[in-house]
DNA sequence: CTGAAAGCGCTTACAG
DNA sequence: CTGAAAGCGCTTACAG
């Protein structure tokens, strides 16, 4: 049975194996500026391997007066529903970090409790803050008069903009879904919120007025969570008259539930009805049919944002941030032909 | 307007400020060993408060050789619809670790590939590791032949058990559900899984056998996740002579559709039938009904895994970890008492 | 009870 | 092109 090794390796450990200055070794593996024989780097590099050195953060991150990390600031109380899946974020984001070489520090913070600094700043060389549409919290304004290098993720909306953010476009993300539809062949098409959420409705507007297309009044409709709700909404969609042929909605989680009560009504989907969602839930693959849908680029976000961090904390060509990222259509079979029509040429 | 300061204060800043020496501030600081007046332990106090004053991480982990930081481990691919709610679970993890002055490092990995090592181990004092019910990982045995500090969570079905786990005990969840019902009065219950899952049939059988209430054949029943099988499923308990009164499931997601395709053949819930789920799910409490339903006990599992492992790595007395927490009842409106039942007294 | 000193492990100018 | 040395900021025995 082997023994594990009784303490980590040191520099020191690996110029003496290696017959090198602890200097000769440092610069090697960092890829330092020394001019040193081919053989003596490749020593360098196999007894470093071999003895599984890797250099203390601690003295390493004091000696270069970096942290080398990232803080992920998370809000305690994501809105619920909201277009972000935080933990997708969240590994995104920590994925990213690891190919830019930091560690990812995560702290949660409360948006509602205006006092309190997340803890991170001196202990990571910048922060990524992710902020829901509604939340006013003024800790990037704090951060920003700390000189703390920062990102946030969603602040598209804010009245003042931060120097640095990076959001999904939620707006053009309706507009390609109603699209979707109109290319289709839809012409009498429905918004369905779950809250109030007047980007999306922008998507929507700007959709149907590209394509000439009427919008009634009785087509914006806004639903809430309760199921009662849902049920009123169904009933009354099934009487309009004329009827939508399709429905975007703002949130697969009610676009999942409402194509049921579609069914309990008669209506055939998408014979009847084609229905989109938003959000890419998990159960939206799962659901018969499969709900086409729209989906946040996290991954795109998450790698945009670090690499910017990134830049800033490496004192690269400091240009602003202020990226509004385009939302994805994922079709499946909950949208088609709308009654009648033709399929498109 | 001020000028932010120029750089972090050190603690030769906070000694001469205080007319005393480093040792002493750091002492003081610290909470260490000092013998000192009143006086000069407040002055230190207030001076460091005034300038805002934090160690350096860096330099404190060298010379105290430890990192203060805990990692989390992450599964790359979470199994679909698990019990566990990764990122309630992130966030536990990371307030648990907060109160006990530890950072958090995140570090995603893929438990099928057997051959890499999280970066984590000498960044970090200690891990906790996640795995689902199915993962056969070997990276238990890697970080404990490694001596790196490790609690899994969720280890507790393992053949090979871990030293260090804490999981949560399923099949208990599914026996207070069940238990729930025959409190009600019901006699008749069917089991639905959406996966083969024999811990929380067994949860099931046990409520059951301890009531001295029969259990057919064909009220255990597996169901999946397409919809064409629930429709079916939905037929058949329907069709089925006794039918049953009640039904515990073993998913929120798949209760919630189920639910709703008994609504369409004409079963109230919970007057003709009542329904358990599982998982505490947030459209759970939007539905009507609302889903009566078993919740995993995220915070303590976090609680219990942080604080022991900040045990092992402070070398407290290192007993081990093998605790299974109960699953918790959430009691909503989806039960009732069975139809021609009397209410319980 | 205090203060001067060593040392944690690393990086990087700076002489040779 | 190399090697000896200083310094990053902190903690902790160790003399006084």
Redesign the interface.
Known sequence: M?L?PKT?PSIRDVAAAAGVSRAAVSLVLNGGKIRISQEKRDKIIAVARELNY?P???????AIRR?ETLGLV?P?QPE??SEYN??EL??AV??AA?EHNY??????FDPSQTDAMP?TP??VDGSIVVLGRKDTSDLPARLS???HPTVIVGGGFFVQKPEHFIDVDVSTGLMIATRHLIQLGHRNIAYVSHTEHSEKMNGYIVAMTKARLPIRKEWIIEIG????ALQEAAAQIKEMNPRPTGLVFTSD?IAV?MM??F??LGLRIPADLSITGFDNI??AS???PGLTTVRVPTRKIADLAVRHLVGIVEKQPPRKLQSMLTAELVVRNSTGVPPGGLPPM
């Open positions: 082997e594990a980590k890797t203390h953060v601690g003295a390493r991150r004091l942290m998370l305690t619920a529903l935080l933990f969240t590994h920590a994925e690891r560690d990812l520090l995560l702290h949660f803890g001196g202990r008069a700390a000189q969570f309760t199921e009662k989680a539930r049921r009560l069914r309990e998990e159960i799962f659901v018969t």
